[in-house]
């Protein structure tokens, strides 16, 4: 079925889905099951708490849980622009998150709450109440400044699940793993708000050093996973007999990979979306994995230079938070432009060859700004002619040496540092220095197709 809102389908599922069971959690070594019908009350009283605050933007800065879907629903329910803030972030970017999309309220859980006080949070006056569902904003998955707020509405996230719904199904007998933060689209329509749509059970993971373990601990049907956290599965024999679906998105995945899942008997699907879009428009549904079938609501095109065009009228944002010039850049005519190569084969489907842009898309779907990331380096290691690619998925840093004086030992050094300020899964993982200049155009533009 189709819904419009939130609120139609968690009506719809608590009156047909009333004692099936939505939500599947640990609390301290016991599971605990709550009810459609039992969620549907626990959003209603939510929402009548947070229509007496006076702030109209939410920030909803948990760990995924329970109470963060309560929040999220009843935020969004009540009429509140609704942030979805990544508890993951450092302070400093929370703060530039809260700042950009005038969050007036911050919602904390236990965790999040003692460094959340230190976030300032704007006027309320700043965001005008919505006449129904508020809006709900995530954050492109940059890894920089450049990160920016897509304006998303409970409409277009329940028309994506609907969409996937048509090409990959999932059963209301269906129990859904939930590994992927919410805070991303894909995890949110794909872990979340797809088997929701369908009455299916949602198993939320006891977090990221449960990972090895909780297949086998919740017993999932279906799973939905960024390839690297696929990869760390596979390799620690953790899927579980049960499992009958992976649908993998949000970044780039090896056909060994997939191959490995498939040889236990597993359907292994690849989707492709973007944040934009409010998740996917294209999905595998034969024998490769990297053949994408478009969306029944979608409709792409690729242009002269082989940019992927997207019209999705259902499921398209309605822009970037309070940033017109950036909307129009990529949005006219209600066509999306993905800044994504692709191609379509001789069945008409979608493959995916590449960027437009320079930005390296890692495993776990972040994407990394190449020119700022490349300045930082040069600044860093007192080296102009550095550069960025991925070498079988790992960061890699190439060194030009023309003049042949680096010290490759000092380079290596100094990377170190720059790798202490980044994320572990955002760490150069080799340094290779060259015995001449980086390769380059005519117009001296990086050859990074020919760096390996």
């Known amino acids: 079925m189709r819904f419009n809102s939130f609120e139609e389908l968690l009506r719809y599922n608590a009156e047909n889905h009333t004692n099936d069971v ?20 626990g959003v209603l009283e939510r929402k009548a708490q947070l229509e007496k605050e006076s702030a109209n933007c939410v920030g909803i800065l948990q760990a995924p849980s329970a109470k963060w879907l309560v ?93 996937g719904q048509q090409k990959l199904p999932c059963n209301p007998g269906d129990n859904l793993l939930c590994m992927l933060p919410l805070t991303h689209v894909f995890g949110f329509v794909c872990a979340m708000l797809w088997p929701m749509s369908q009455g299916a059970r949602i198993s939320l993971t006891r977090g990221m050093r449960y990972i090895p373990f909780d297949c086998k601990y919740f017993n999932p049907t279906i799973i939905s996973v960024v390839p690297s956290v696929l990869k760390f599965l596979i390799a620690t024999n953790a899927l579980n007999d049960d499992l009958r679906v992976i649908l993998v998105g949000a970044g780039p995945a090896s056909e060994q990979m997939l191959a490995a899942a498939k040889a236990k008997g597993i359907e292994v699907r690849f989707g492709y979306g973007l944040t934009e879009t409010s998740s996917g428009v294209a999905i595998s549904c034969g024998d490769d994995p990297f053949a994408m079938s478009v969306c029944p609501d979608d ?3 690729i242009a002269d230079d082989g940019e992927i065009l997207i019209y999705a009228p259902t499921c398209v944002m309605k822009g970037y938070y309070k940033n017109e010039s950036a909307t129009r850049e990529v949005l006219e005519n ?9 191609k379509f084969d001789k069945d008409g489907n979608l493959h995916i060859t ?4 320079d930005i390296l898309v890692l495993e776990n779907g972040t994407k990394i700004f190449l020119a700022e990331w ?9 080296i102009e002619d550095v550069a960025l690619s991925l070498v079988d998925n790992v960061i890699t840093l190439f060194v030009g040496n023309k003049d042949g004086n680096v010290d490759e030992n000092k380079v290596k050094d100094d990377v170190k540092k720059f790798n202490s300020t980044h994320t572990f899964d955002q760490q150069i993982g080799d340094v290779k220095v060259l015995d001449g200049a980086l390769p380059r155009t005519a117009t001296g533009k990086i050859k990074r197709y020919s760096l390996h």
């Open 22 to 41: 939505a939500l599947i959690f640990d609390k301290d070594g016991e599971i605990f099951n709550v009810t459609y019908s039992e969620f549907f009350d």
């Open 299 to 301: 409709k792409i095109t």
């Open 354 to 357: 590449g960027r437009k842009k």
């Open 334 to 342: 209600g066509i999306f432009r993905s800044g994504d190569l692709g």
């Open 71 to 163: 929040d999220t629903f009843a935020s969004v329910l009540a009429g509140k622009q609704t942030v979805l803030l990544d508890p993951m972030q450092e302070p400093a970017v929370i703060q530039k998150m809260v700042t950009a999309t005038d969050v007036a309220l911050v919602l904390t859980d236990e965790l999040t709450a003692p460094y959340a006080q230190a976030v300032k949070t704007a006027p309320v006056e700043n965001v005008e109440k919505a006449d129904g569902e508020g809006d709900i904003l995530f954050f492109t998955s940059g890894t920089t400044n450049l990160s920016k707020a897509v304006v998303l509405t409970s409409k277009s996230l329940c028309s994506s699940a609907w969409n």
């Open 374 to 382: 490349e300045a930082d380096l040069q600044s860093t290691l007192g």
